[in-house]
């Protein structure tokens, strides 16, 4: 028979899907009991519309890719929603010819092989999957240009490659010049094909090719293609199929946990390695460049993650932000320290053994005010949040007035997640028991394990910045307008942390004029101090400071506000000019 | 013995060929900022555990110097990680990462604290 040559094609599809289907029942099997309840009930629900949708726009149009840069997006679609295509309308081209629905996959995606008498409708179906396989060509000259120059798509650095990764993207480069070469040859002697596929066969037949060479080019392609869906769960191609997974779970409300689970190992196996994440960490100023989410991700992959890099990063959330697959870095990354960390948590059994503090007065607080450590560290923020409580009459308990606890964040962000419950134990119980109604932080590092970690009900939990917004529209406290200029910083905890960007900049309007910037809100950036990190060394912490403070006083404003404590110590130490949290904006701006 | 109201500690030395260097050799092999450290105490006076406990990050620092772990565990475990002192240090040493690699030293070399 002369058909020998589908076989390596046939042989790889099998072994893909064959490998993808355990792979994928593994990893499903292995989520927790109400995480397959939560996919078993939305499976026939409107979400799975909604999901089927960001699957077309994200794993084949790559939207998002498009969002960050034109040429990087056009890349990743021509390759993915090309091929896509190609496959499609090479099937309905076989059932314009057929007549039949149903036919070995071999039929379709080696139509040209086969088939060499005219049928209606041949010519034009011919030319769309021409221009189907142009528009995949395209993308793949633009991957090839990738490689030497990855300026162009706004990319700095571009991923470094193993051996296996290499063969696999070696394979799908090949498949679609093969494809061309290969129809043409068998254009050159039937005259079958479109516009492109045409023309190189009258090239072909100009030159004078054999039927051996026909054969040759087929076999290449068919090898071509074998090889690259044999080599694709052990690449990062293994994300294409992933992303999808990954996507319909997502929908269905699952989310990630703590520790980490095989709903973190479908998020490490989505990563396209498309390298945005690369770019917007900041890290780079300092020279740091092996420990991006990217590399984290892969090292994940190839167990081979070491802890200076999985403890060297700030965890700023820029990455998180920026990357397209919308995979949860920062907790990942944090997942990863939980389990390198495990073994040594502490118990506090201190914490049992503190004498219980009397409340002065017995009547039930409105407000708990828990400043935390880096708020007792900036002393002038502690007494501005307190002199506008006493100013707005508010009847609160000062929570770690003297003797308080840590809120158990800079723990988490350690990985120290059992010892961080014991602390969060500890403050709950001093919270619930206080009968207050709302909890008052001038931290945005506390206000994020509040939020995340701490269940407390009924109790709002506000940062500063809203509570003294509320104050103000209340008429409980009225602002004075100056006409300094001022510049915000946005602290990456309470930004891209939880979300809060207007409530700080509402209150600057009201005292001066609030000057916007050119990488703000979710695009803002770290001011190197976080405790995300713990071997930054201090040289390269204020090498990255410099440079996020040309960013912030490029337009020479009067003043710097911020609304984090550990952001405010962090600045101070590098600028000639004013330097002040929120807090000390207000209390200074109150009128009597 | 009469009292006087006050105690002198018994005298001591230390033989620097006997030292246990195990757990300052990891820590200053992973953190060699730590090799910086003048036991100037400010990490000490801010500490959020100091506050609570009788917990000395400056004492236990010189106590790993020495080689002296009896009672390291017991005693590191109440640090939370706050990060204070790191603001604080004039050294700029990375104090938190220091207690990590004391926490993981612990168990790597399998030192348990003794009565
Ligand atoms: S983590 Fe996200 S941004 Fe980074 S390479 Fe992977 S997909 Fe791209
Ligand atoms: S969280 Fe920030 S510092 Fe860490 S890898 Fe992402 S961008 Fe870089
Ligand atoms: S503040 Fe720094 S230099 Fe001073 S004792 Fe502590 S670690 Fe050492
Ligand atoms: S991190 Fe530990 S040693 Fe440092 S100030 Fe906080 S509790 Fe004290």
Known sequence: MENYFVLPFTVGTVILFSILLVKYALWISKLSKIDKLRIVQSIFSRRTLSAIKECFMECLIHRRIFKRNILLGYMHMSLAFGWFLLIVVGHIEWVVYSGTFVTYPWNSIFFQYFVHESFPGEKIMANIMDFLLLFVLSGVLLAYFKRINSRMYGIKKTTKLKPRDRMTMCALWLIFPLRLLAEGATASFYHNGGFLTNSVGRFFEWIQISHTTEEILWWSYS???????????????????????????????????????????????????????????????????????????????????????????????????????????????????????????????????????????????????????????????????????????????????????????????????????????????????????????????????????????????????????????????????????????????????????????????????????????????????????????????????????????????????????LCKKTFVKGVDIQVKDIAEIVAESMEN | MRNFGFATTKSRTVDYSKIDTRLIGYILENEPTFNACLSCGSCTAICSAGNLTNFNIRKLSLLIRLGELEKIHTEIDKCMLCGKCLLECPRGINTRNVIMLIKKGLTIFDIKDQE
Not at chain 1, 321 to 330: E, G, K, T
Not at chain 1, 412 to 432: P, T, V
Not at chain 1, 437 to 457: A, M, N, Q, R
């Open chain 1, 223 to 565: 090898i071509s293609l074998g090889v690259f869906f044999v080599g694709l769960p052990w690449s990062r191609y293994m994300h294409i199929f992933t992303e999808v997974l990954l996507i319909g779970i997502r929908s269905t409300g699952v989310k990630l946990k703590k520790e980490f689970n095989s709903y973190s190992r479908i998020q490490v196996y989505s990563c396209s390695r498309c390298g945005i994440c690369i770019d917007v960490c900041q890290m780079h100023i300092s020279n740091i460049s092996n420990n991006q989410s990217v590399y984290i991700l892969k090292n994940i992959r190839d167990q081979n993650l070491t802890d200076r890099k999985l403890f060297n990063c700030l965890l700023c959330g820029r990455c998180e932000q920026a990357c397209p697959v919308n995979i949860n870095l920062n907790d990942l990354r944090i997942s990863q320290r939980i389990r390198a960390t495990k073994e040594y948590n502490s118990d506090y059994a201190f914490l049992k053994t503190l004498p219980v503090e009397q409340p002065v007065e017995d009547k039930t607080p409105e407000v708990i005010y828990f400043a935390g450590c880096m708020t007792h560290m900036t002393p002038g923020i502690k007494k501005s949040v307190l002199k506008v409580l006493e100013k707005a009459n508010v009847n609160y308990q000062f929570m770690d007035k003297d003797k308080g606890a840590c809120c158990g964040r800079p723990l988490m962000l350690a990985g120290q997640y059992e010892a961080a419950k014991k602390l969060i134990a500890h403050n709950r119980e001093k919270i619930l028991e206080s009968g207050a109604s709302t909890l008052l932080v001038s931290c945005p590092i506390c206000y994020k394990v509040f939020k995340d970690d701490y269940e407390l009900g009924q109790i709002s939990i506000k940062h500063h910045s809203e509570y003294f917004l509320e104050l103000v529209e209340q008429g409980k406290i009225t602002l004075k307008k100056s006409d300094k200029s001022i510049v915000y910083h946005d602290p990456c905890e309470l930004g891209r942390g939880c979300g809060v960007y207007e409530p700080p900049r509402n209150l600057l309007k009201m005292t001066g004029n609030l000057q916007s910037i050119q990488q703000e809100k979710v695009n803002s950036l770290c001011c190197s101090g976080s405790l995300g990190d713990l071997c930054l060394s201090m040289s390269d912490r204020n090498t990255i400071k410099a440079e996020t403070l040309k960013v912030l006083l490029n337009q020479n404003p009067d003043m710097l506000a911020t609304a984090c404590p």
